[in-house]
Structure formats: C-alpha cells, structure tokens
C-alpha cells in the first residue's frame, strides 16, 4: 500500500553483522534515489559514520549531495529517542521534498522494536513509515554457537571460550533483533559451508514469522529490489512481535541491559600494522570485549586503515587517504563489560612496545 509517505529502512543485526557494509552498498548502488542516512553509534567514536561520511558516495557532511548523514553519538537509538530521534525526524521532515528513502543503522547494541512503535508518533507516523526492519546476521559468529538458543549449549561454548563469556542479554537482543525483522541477511555466507549455512537458518527461522525470508548475502551485496520498496509498514504490527524488553513506553526502559557494556577508546600514534593487531588480539583475549573498531595510521602509509573485529575475528581495510586537517593517528573503540579505559591503554602500549614491529611512535 504505497502511499506519499516516506518509506524508512531499519537496518538492525549484533556487533560485527556487517550494517554498514550493507548501506554503503544500498548507497552506492542508489541510482538517483536521494537517500537520507541516519547512523547510530555505541561509544565515543563515531566509526560508522565516519566510514560513510568518507565513503563519496552522496552522504557527506554538508547534504549538498544525495545524502545527508544524521549520525547520533550519544547511546543506542532506542534509549535516546525522545531526546535525539525526535528532533532529527523533525529536520528530515522540514526537508522531505528532498528525500525519497531514509536509512536508519542501528546501533549493534540496541533493539529494534521500540524504535519502530516511534514511528506511531503522530508527527511521524503522517509523514513516515517503516518499509521494512532489516537484520543482518553475521553467519559464522552464529555458526560458530555463539547464540545458540541452547543454554546448555551457551554454557559448553562459554566454558570452551572466555571470549564468548557473554551474559543472557546478549541473546536475548539476538532473538530480540529477529523477532523484529521483515527480512532477515545471512551474511558473510562465503566463509560459510553448506552444513554451517543450514544449521544458522535452522537456529534463526523459529525466531522470526513464517513469511519473513531468510537471504544469503556476502559483504551484504544484494539487488535493491530485495531490500528496498518492501511496503511492510512494519509500525502497524510491531506490537503483536515477541520481546524480551518490554515496550518503549516502559518507564523503566531507559534503564535497560545496554548498561550493562561499556564502550572505552584507546589510542596511539603511527604503528605497523600486525603489531596493532597483535596487540588488540592480546585485549580480547585478556578482557571480556565483544566488539572492536576504529583507524589506524601505518608508517609511510597515506591512506587510513579501517579496523572491524568480533571476538578473535579482526578484518581491516584502507578507505581514503587522510585529510590535511586531520593528524594521522590511530584511535580504536572497544565495546564489552567491566572494561577500565587507563588498564586497556597501558596493556595495548606495552603489547606494541614489546612487538617486534614496535610503534614508529605514540600518541601523546
């Protein structure tokens, strides 16, 4: 039932699913569509913004583009609605004859349904709907067991693995992500093989209705006519999805289980490459850390690296050259529990100065 309103993509999925990479992809393949972005962030460092902002591809910071990125630094998106969604749904829609779609990322820590019953706000609902929740499932971290609805399986791999410690919320927010989807990503398929990619959409189709389909994807490349232009009005029927949360308008929501992580940046200056690496490796393996990203400054190196890891799985990338105005450094953001920023800046400076590729320097 198409109608004039705006139709709006949710792009939800657990750390590392491979959210960006998605929209980078819609964004790049939008063939004249006039794509709105709004990206939030978990933590201190706006990572996922800054990849799309540096991305040209019509969503850079003066909106004289496509595009114009709305990126909310301060918490998870569901958490902070009233006080920042608001007011950025209220700009969208002083500027609407400019926007054909809008592309929300949420935060890989924040639930998807309370933020599509924002979308029954009366300042919104006329002028918004949600063409579809997205989720994007990272196929090997699920093949690997990592949120098998088994506790007693949970408990075998936590017990094979400290770095896969995590508390029930964890999958309780993967359920939680699913229920909410109107389709479902299984990415990163070609690191997959046939019986792992069964046993993952074995795992996540008795989570999500019967109609909703489960896509392969890797690096999230897909035709737009499977993700955009949906029509699922998703705000209309959120209400009948299970949750583990409650509702939005539970008072108490704002107090929910994102406290539970913390998000600490480190930093140093230029380094090589697989000594950062190393040395981050040594982080997950000592701290109960579930996400790391963020740049880095290599020596002689013009370009600036991008850092994506989950668990022990770390990926990187050179996305633009750096910029005049910018000093060339490396700043990552870790996301987990009971992290202290001054223990985890001191342990990643010894681990690069005992590398044997040591830092060419630090950061001050």
């Known amino acids: 039932m198409q109608t004039s309103k705006i139709p709006a993509t949710i792009v939800t999925g657990f750390l590392g699913s491979g959210k960006t990479t998605l929209l980078r992809h819609i964004l790049d393949h939008a063939d004249g569509r006039r794509i709105a972005v709004i990206v939030n962030e978990f933590g201190e460092l706006g990572i996922d913004g800054e990849i799309l902002k540096g991305c040209g591809i019509g969503c850079d910071e003066s909106g004289e583009a496509n595009g114009q990125l709305y990126e909310l630094a301060n918490g998870c998106l569901c958490c902070t609605v009233q006080e920042e969604f608001f007011p950025v749904m209220e700009a969208l829609l002083e500027r609407r004859g400019q926007i054909d779609h809008l592309l929300i990322e949420?935060?890989?820590?924040?639930?998807?349904?309370?933020?599509?019953?924002?979308?029954?706000?009366?300042s919104i609902r006329n002028a918004f709907t949600v063409d579809a929740v997205i989720t994007v499932v990272d196929g090997p971290a699920a093949a690997?067991?990592?949120?098998?609805?088994?506790?007693?399986?949970?408990d075998a791999q936590r017990r094979a693995d400290p770095n896969l410690d995590h508390e029930s919320p964890l999958h309780e927010l993967f359920e939680d992500q699913l229920a909410s989807a109107d389709l479902v990503i299984l990415n990163k398929t070609d690191l997959m093989d046939a019986a792992q990619r069964a046993a993952v959409e074995a795992l996540i189709r008795p989570e999500i209705p019967a109609e909703v389909k489960i896509v392969p994807a890797q690096s999230g490349r897909l035709d737009l006519e499977l993700l955009l232009g949906l029509q699922r009005a998703s705000e209309a029927t959120i209400h009948l999805r299970p949750d583990h949360h409650?509702?939005?308008?539970?008072?108490?929501?704002?107090?929910?289980?994102?406290?539970?992580?913390?998000?600490v940046v480190v930093e140093a200056g230029t380094v090589?490459?697989?000594?950062l690496l190393a040395a981050l490796q040594a982080l997950v393996e000592g701290n109960t850390i579930y996400r790391v990203k963020g740049f880095a400054a290599l020596p002689g190196k013009p370009m600036r690296l991008v850092l994506h890891g989950v668990g022990r799985r770390f990926d990187s990338y050179f996305d633009r050259a750096w910029r005049q105005d910018e000093t060339a450094a490396t700043r990552v953001v870790l996301i987990g529990a009971d992290l202290e920023r001054e223990a985890l800046q001191a342990a990643l400076d010894a681990a690069l100065a005992a590398s044997p590729a040591a830092p060419v320097s630090s950061a001050a």
């Open 144 to 154: 690997a067991g990592q949120f098998a609805a088994d506790p007693g399986a949970v």
């Open 272 to 275: 090589e490459r697989e000594a």
């Open 246 to 263: 409650g509702s939005a308008g539970d008072g108490d929501h704002a107090d929910h289980h994102h406290d539970e992580f913390d998000s």
């Open 106 to 122: 949420t935060s890989g820590l924040a639930l998807p349904k309370p933020l599509v019953q924002a979308f029954n706000w009366p």
